[in-house]
């Protein structure tokens, strides 16, 4: 079993937000994130920026730096 480790903005600058993620749901532009432990986050105003399978991560960044 693969789980995952999700960060805001930039992997190699910013912090972990959740680990352990076992289900990310993009939700009309609300992301939910879903822990083993029963964990779960939601981020409004976010999108999927990168998913790595081999390194078992996920980064999120804000809809409105797309705009500028």
């Not at 990310?24 to 920026?49: A, H, L, M, P, R």
Request: aromatic share 12%; net charge negative.
């Amino acid at each position: 079993m693969c789980l995952s480790k999700v960060y805001l903005g930039d992997k190699n600058k910013d912090k972990i937000v959740i680990e352990e993620v076992t289900n990310i749901i993009d939700n009309n532009g609300t992301i939910e994130v879903y822990s083993v432990f029963g964990e779960s986050n939601k981020f409004k105003g976010y999108f999927i920026k990168e998913i790595d399978f081999t390194k078992n991560y996920t980064i999120l960044d804000m809809e409105d730096k797309l705009k500028k």
